[in-house]
C-alpha cells in the first residue's frame, strides 16, 4: 500500500530520486516508481564505483530507466584511493565507502538538480531499495521519514524505501513480471550486487567474484597483505576465504 504522504508529495509535484546500483533491489524500486510516479518527477542517480564496480552496471541501468533521466554521481577519490588514505578497509562500523563514494555525492547531485529544476520548489523524495528482509538493521529503519539534515535551503527532503517490505523472491519475480532481466552477476551465482568485493559480501560470493574478476581480485589480496588489514569482517585474508591462491 502506498502511504498517504507519498501520495500527497506526488500531486505536490515532489522530485523522486531512484538511487539505482544496478541491483535487484534498484531494479525492482525503479519498476515500483515507474507505475507510480509520473516520469516528469522522476530521477535516475547511479554512484560510480571506478576500478571496483562490475562492468556493465551504468548500461544496466540506463536500459530500464526508459525516458527517466540518469546522471551519474561520481566521488572525488575511487575506493583504493581511499582505502589507502585510511591504510585499512572499510568496515560495517566505518563505511566509508558508503558516506564517501555513494552517499555524499548523490546527495550533492540531488541538490545541484534541484538548483537547477526550480518547477520541483526544493521538494524531493529520495527512494532507496533497502529491504526489511536483508538484516535485523534493515528491518527497523523507517520506510518513510523526513529528513531534517538536508531541509535546508528552501529544500523539503523525505527519505523513502518503497519496497521495504518485499523478499528477495518477489523482487526477482517482479523484475520478470516486467520483461526485464536482473543484473548478469546474479546468473553468475552472485546473491548481491554492490561492488565486486564488498566488506558485507558472503564466502560464496567472495569466491565468485575472484573467478569473474582475478586480476582485481590480486589487487585486493596484495592490498590485504601490504597493509596488514583484510577486507571481509571475519578478519580472515582472502585466499583463505575463497581457496584460491594469488
Given at each position: 500500500?502506498?502511504?498517504d504522504?507519498?501520495e500527497h508529495?506526488?500531486?505536490?509535484?515532489?522530485?523522486?530520486v531512484?538511487n539505482?546500483?544496478?541491483?535487484?533491489?534498484?531494479?525492482?524500486?525503479?519498476?515500483?516508481l515507474?507505475?507510480?510516479v509520473p516520469?516528469n518527477?522522476?530521477?535516475?542517480l547511479?554512484a560510480?564505483?571506478?576500478e571496483?564496480e562490475w562492468?556493465?552496471?551504468e548500461?544496466?541501468i540506463?536500459?530500464?530507466?526508459g525516458?527517466?533521466?540518469?546522471i551519474?554521481?561520481h566521488?572525488?577519490?575511487?575506493?583504493?584511493?581511499?582505502?589507502e588514505?585510511r591504510?585499512?578497509?572499510?568496515s560495517?562500523?566505518?563505511?566509508?565507502?558508503t558516506?564517501?563514494?555513494?552517499r555524499?555525492?548523490?546527495?550533492?547531485?540531488?541538490?545541484r538538480?534541484l538548483k537547477?529544476h526550480?518547477?520541483f520548489?526544493?521538494?524531493?523524495?529520495?527512494c532507496m531499495?533497502?529491504r526489511?528482509e536483508?538484516?535485523?538493521?534493515?528491518s527497523?529503519?523507517?520506510?518513510?521519514?523526513?529528513?531534517s539534515a538536508?531541509s535546508?535551503?528552501g529544500r523539503?527532503?523525505?527519505?523513502?524505501?518503497?519496497?521495504h517490505d518485499?523478499?528477495?523472491r518477489q523482487?526477482?519475480d517482479l523484475?520478470?513480471a516486467e520483461?526485464q532481466q536482473?543484473f548478469?552477476?546474479y546468473?553468475?551465482g552472485?546473491?548481491r550486487k554492490?561492488?565486486?568485493?564488498c566488506?558485507m559480501?558472503?564466502?560464496?560470493?567472495l569466491?565468485?567474484?575472484?573467478g569473474?574478476?582475478?586480476e582485481?581480485y590480486?589487487?585486493?589480496?596484495?592490498?590485504e597483505?601490504?597493509l596488514g588489514?583484510t577486507?571481509?569482517m571475519s578478519?580472515?585474508?582472502?585466499?583463505?576465504i575463497?581457496?584460491?591462491?594469488?
Amino acid at each position: 500500500m502506498v502511504p498517504d504522504l507519498i501520495e500527497h508529495l506526488i500531486k505536490r509535484g515532489a522530485l523522486f530520486v531512484c538511487n539505482d546500483s544496478g541491483g535487484k533491489d534498484s531494479q525492482a524500486m525503479k519498476i515500483v516508481l515507474r507505475r507510480l510516479v509520473p516520469a516528469n518527477q522522476l530521477l535516475v542517480l547511479h554512484a560510480h564505483l571506478p576500478e571496483v564496480e562490475w562492468e556493465g552496471s551504468e548500461d544496466h541501468i540506463r536500459k530500464y530507466a526508459g525516458d527517466v533521466p540518469v546522471i551519474i554521481a561520481h566521488g572525488t577519490k575511487t575506493f583504493f584511493e581511499m582505502v589507502e588514505h585510511r591504510q585499512r578497509f572499510p568496515s560495517p562500523s566505518t563505511r566509508q565507502c558508503t558516506s564517501d563514494l555513494k552517499r555524499g555525492p548523490l546527495e550533492r547531485e540531488i541538490r545541484r538538480y534541484l538548483k537547477a529544476h526550480p518547477e520541483f520548489n526544493g521538494l524531493v523524495v529520495n527512494c532507496m531499495g533497502m529491504r526489511a528482509e536483508e538484516s535485523p538493521g534493515r528491518s527497523k529503519l523507517m520506510s518513510l521519514k523526513f529528513n531534517s539534515a538536508n531541509s535546508k535551503a528552501g529544500r523539503e527532503w523525505y527519505d523513502w524505501l518503497p519496497i521495504h517490505d518485499l523478499t528477495t523472491r518477489q523482487v526477482f519475480d517482479l523484475i520478470r513480471a516486467e520483461g526485464q532481466q536482473p543484473f548478469w552477476t546474479y546468473a553468475k551465482g552472485m546473491k548481491r550486487k554492490s561492488c565486486c568485493f564488498c566488506i558485507m559480501a558472503c564466502q560464496s560470493d567472495l569466491t565468485i567474484a575472484a573467478g569473474l574478476r582475478p586480476e582485481l581480485y590480486q589487487r585486493y589480496v596484495e592490498t590485504e597483505r601490504r597493509l596488514g588489514f583484510t577486507l571481509s569482517m571475519s578478519r580472515k585474508t582472502l585466499p583463505e576465504i575463497t581457496g584460491i591462491a594469488a
